[in-house]
């Protein structure tokens, strides 16, 4: 069997299993809850006098928050209802994530169901498929929630239509390699624990240990590419150019993590 | 590696740390043939175990299987099945759509997936579990799951753990016959405590004890079933000496603990048949009271022996 059929097989179960358990269930809820909350505050932005406040105002603020004049240009065109809604999704992303995908791994070490599998499929096939599942999971989850709320911000009148099918689309597309490269992190940390809550506490302790690093090599003018939800600078950006930038930069996050996580998962005991 | 060779393990080191827990064991496992691994707990069974099913990678040595390093798994994808003692069925997943995916993942494409998966749901009997939760099983229901998963595509070596552990005793009657008829049709390797379930189901067998092969070969070979016979006696007359003088005899040992007469004779003169016959026909002459025959000396006693006499 060709690797790429053990990969789609083992992510398709992922996606499945995501769907039918209480886990699922849960997260579903935790999606639609999310969405009301999304558009609670976009709704709030909005009341301050977001789309309201001059359109050089924002673009200054979206300046010194991502230090591109034409990210900042672009940005300041789309409504800030949707721009908050893109940048609560992105900065709750990484948290989401661990929460979906940090028991991926670590409970099938942990209830050792892995030996079902590890004599059916490569390692390598079983590690990406969990983490293509993962993200197959996030993905459909991000769209439900960005669908939920940008529904209510439009049924509330504070969207038009128009400019909701125009940027918010293509605002969502900007999480999809965000998401990838934050699936493939967890499921890095969930496969280096037998016992789910360790893979939990470790992603979290590891995410503020990247989003320091990411602030502290900003500071000193290095190369900031630790954290793939710093990436939307790219991904934002209106330059095609930059934009594939951003999608490899995140492609090559994802590829790097999960170079590391099959060379020790094919190691590891099973 | 012979063509009639299913498992070989040739030197073979696991180490956890300081802890050696398989050291320098040598062996070979025929195809088509029941093989017991048995040994006291702490022995290296389940260690063993897991580096033929390729759950460990072993610190020295090499392990194959069908000629293949046991972690080539797009080699042995379909020919190696394994019950893993331990392992737990995903709780929230449906009986027949799990097995319906390791099928799959096993590569039986399409529909042929699923009539695999009820076909060897029916053979452990649990055609009517196909739409329980796995976590809605008993520890019966689930062994047998777990049993037929390891019999998907009919693979050509089936390792299981424990079997029987934990099961009542009709399950685990039921689960030897199940073994027992898939005898001759692959290599069978069973790791097992019930050394009386193992003499029932194995044609040959190796002993373990702290980590080390201490003996291995065929169940009548280990018991020395074709040169020796036990014989449970009463209180009453043991004739010893009339017992050494049948010319069919080498030696009699007996154990007074247990009253047992343990009676050597030479394979090549007489089969066990025979010499049982003219040994109860000396004793019952002598007015000796009979309890039990049997020949060899019990994989039990084997074990015993072997193994410091740790259960």
Same mark, same amino acid.
């Given at each position: 069997?060709?690797?790429?059929?053990?990969?789609?097989?083992?992510?398709? +179960?992922?996606?499945? +299993?995501?769907?039918?358990?209480?886990? %699922?269930?849960?997260?579903?809820?935790?999606?639609?809850?999310?969405?009301?909350?999304?558009?609670?505050?976009?709704?709030?932005?909005?009341?301050?006098?977001?789309?309201?406040?001059?359109?050089?105002?924002?673009?200054?603020?979206?300046?010194?928050?991502? %230090?591109?004049?034409?990210?900042?240009?672009?940005?300041?065109?789309?409504?800030?209802?949707?721009?908050?809604?893109?940048?609560?999704?992105?900065?709750?992303?990484?948290?989401?994530?661990?929460?979906?995908?940090?028991?991926?791994?670590?409970?099938?070490?942990?209830?050792?169901?892995?030996?079902?599998?590890?004599?059916?499929?490569? +390692?390598?096939?079983?590690?990406? %498929?969990?983490?293509?599942?993962?993200?197959?999971?996030?993905?459909?989850?991000?769209?439900?929630?960005?669908?939920?709320?940008? !529904?209510?911000?439009?049924?509330?009148?504070?969207?038009?239509?128009?400019?909701?099918?125009?940027?918010?689309?293509?605002?969502?597309?900007?999480?999809?390699?965000?998401?990838?490269?934050?699936?493939?992190?967890?499921?890095?940390?969930?496969?280096?624990?037998?016992?789910?809550?360790?893979?939990?506490?470790? !992603?979290?302790?590891?995410?503020?240990?990247?989003?320091?690093?990411?602030?502290?090599?900003?500071?000193?003018?290095?190369?900031?590419?630790?954290?793939?939800?710093?990436?939307?600078?790219?991904?934002?950006?209106?330059?095609?150019?930059?934009?594939?930038?951003?999608?490899?930069?995140?492609?090559?996050?994802?590829?790097?993590?999960?170079?590391?996580?099959?060379?020790?998962?094919?190691?590891?005991?099973? | 590696?012979?063509?009639?060779?299913?498992?070989?393990?040739?030197?073979?080191?696991?180490?956890?740390?300081?802890?050696?827990?398989?050291?320098?064991?040598?062996?070979?496992?025929?195809?088509?043939?029941?093989?017991?691994?048995?040994?006291?707990?702490?022995?290296?069974?389940?260690?063993?175990?897991?580096?033929?099913?390729?759950?460990?990678?072993?610190?020295?040595?090499?392990?194959?299987?069908?000629?293949?390093?046991?972690?080539?798994?797009?080699?042995?994808?379909?020919?190696?099945?394994?019950?893993?003692?331990?392992?737990?069925?995903?709780?929230?997943?449906?009986?027949?759509?799990?097995?319906?995916?390791?099928?799959?993942?096993?590569?039986?494409?399409?529909?042929?997936?699923?009539?695999?998966?009820?076909?060897?749901?029916?053979?452990?009997?649990?055609?009517?579990?196909?739409?329980?939760?796995? @976590?809605?099983?008993?520890? @019966?229901?689930?062994?047998?799951?777990?049993?037929?998963?390891?019999?998907? @595509?009919?693979?050509?070596?089936?390792?299981?753990?424990?079997?029987?552990?934990?099961?009542?005793?009709?399950?685990?009657?039921?689960?030897?016959?199940?073994?027992?008829?898939?005898?001759?049709?692959?290599?069978?390797?069973?790791?097992?405590?019930?050394?009386?379930?193992?003499?029932?189901?194995?044609?040959?067998?190796?002993?373990?004890?702290?980590?080390?092969?201490?003996?291995?070969?065929?169940?009548?070979?280990?018991?020395?079933?074709?040169?020796?016979?036990?014989?449970?006696?009463?209180?009453?007359?043991?004739?010893?000496?009339?017992?050494?003088?049948?010319?069919?005899?080498?030696?009699?040992?007996?154990?007074?603990?247990?009253?047992?007469?343990?009676?050597?004779?030479?394979?090549?003169?007489?089969?066990?048949?025979?010499?049982?016959?003219?040994?109860? @026909?000396?004793?019952?002459?002598?007015?000796?009271?009979?309890?039990?025959?049997?020949?060899?000396?019990?994989?039990?006693?084997?074990?015993?022996?072997?193994?410091?006499?740790?259960?």
């Amino acid at each position: 069997m060709h690797p790429l059929r053990e990969i789609s097989l083992v992510a398709g +179960r992922e996606l499945l +299993r995501a769907l039918r358990s209480a886990k %699922g269930l849960a997260l579903l809820v935790l999606a639609l809850l999310g969405a009301v909350l999304l558009a609670t505050l976009a709704s709030a932005v909005n009341d301050m006098g977001g789309n309201g406040v001059d359109a050089t105002m924002r673009e200054s603020a979206y300046r010194a928050m991502f %230090g591109d004049a034409a990210v900042a240009r672009r940005l300041a065109q789309i409504p800030a209802a949707l721009i908050t809604v893109d940048f609560a999704t992105t900065a709750l992303l990484p948290l989401f994530v661990l929460l979906v995908g940090f028991d991926g791994v670590s409970a099938e070490l942990q209830h050792r169901t892995l030996r079902f599998f590890t004599v059916r499929t490569r +390692r390598p096939s079983y590690y990406l %498929g969990k983490v293509l599942g993962l993200f197959a999971v996030v993905t459909a989850t991000s769209a439900l929630v960005h669908l939920v709320a940008w !529904g209510v911000l439009v049924a509330r009148g504070l969207l038009s239509l128009q400019a909701t099918l125009s940027w918010g689309p293509l605002l969502w597309l900007t999480l999809l390699p965000i998401s990838l490269a934050w699936s493939a992190l967890a499921v890095l940390f969930s496969s280096l624990f037998r016992q789910p809550f360790l893979a939990l506490i470790s !992603g979290f302790i590891g995410y503020v240990a990247l989003a320091i690093a990411q602030a502290w090599l900003t500071h000193e003018k290095l190369p900031a590419l630790v954290y793939p939800s710093s990436f939307d600078r790219w991904l934002l950006h209106p330059s095609f150019t930059n934009v594939v930038t951003g999608v490899l930069l995140s492609v090559g996050f994802a590829a790097v993590t999960s170079s590391l996580g099959v060379a020790i998962f094919a190691r590891r005991d099973a | 590696m012979s063509a009639d060779i299913a498992i070989e393990l040739t030197r073979v080191r696991k180490a956890f740390g300081p802890r050696v827990a398989v050291n320098d064991v040598t062996l070979s496992i025929p195809k088509r043939s029941v093989f017991g691994l048995i040994g006291p707990n702490g022995a290296g069974k389940t260690t063993t175990f897991s580096l033929i099913a390729g759950y460990l990678l072993p610190s020295g040595g090499t392990v194959e299987v069908l000629g293949h390093p046991a972690r080539s798994v797009a080699a042995l994808r379909g020919r190696l099945g394994v019950l893993p003692q331990d392992a737990i069925l995903p709780p929230s997943e449906r009986v027949g759509e799990f097995l319906t995916f390791l099928a799959r993942l096993q590569g039986i494409a399409g529909r042929a997936a699923e009539a695999e998966a009820r076909r060897v749901l029916e053979e452990v009997e649990g055609s009517a579990w196909w739409a329980l939760k796995c @976590g809605a099983l008993s520890h @019966g229901m689930a062994k047998r799951v777990g049993i037929a998963q390891a019999l998907l @595509g009919g693979p050509e070596v089936v390792l299981l753990d424990e079997p029987t552990a934990g099961l009542d005793p009709r399950s685990a009657w039921e689960i030897r016959q199940l073994l027992k008829a898939r005898r001759g049709t692959c290599a069978l390797v069973v790791s097992s405590h019930n050394l009386h379930e193992l003499e029932e189901i194995c044609d040959a067998a190796a002993i373990l004890d702290l980590g080390r092969l201490v003996a291995a070969g065929p169940i009548h070979e280990l018991t020395a079933s074709s040169q020796q016979i036990s014989i449970e006696l009463a209180e009453g007359p043991t004739p010893l000496e009339a017992l050494r003088a049948l010319p069919l005899v080498r030696g009699v040992a007996f154990e007074a603990d247990t009253r047992t007469l343990l009676v050597d004779f030479d394979s090549s003169s007489a089969d066990a048949e025979t010499v049982i016959a003219e040994v109860l @026909g000396l004793l019952l002459a002598q007015r000796a009271r009979i309890s039990g025959v049997s020949k060899g000396r019990g994989l039990e006693r084997r074990v015993m022996e072997l193994t410091g006499a740790r259960p």
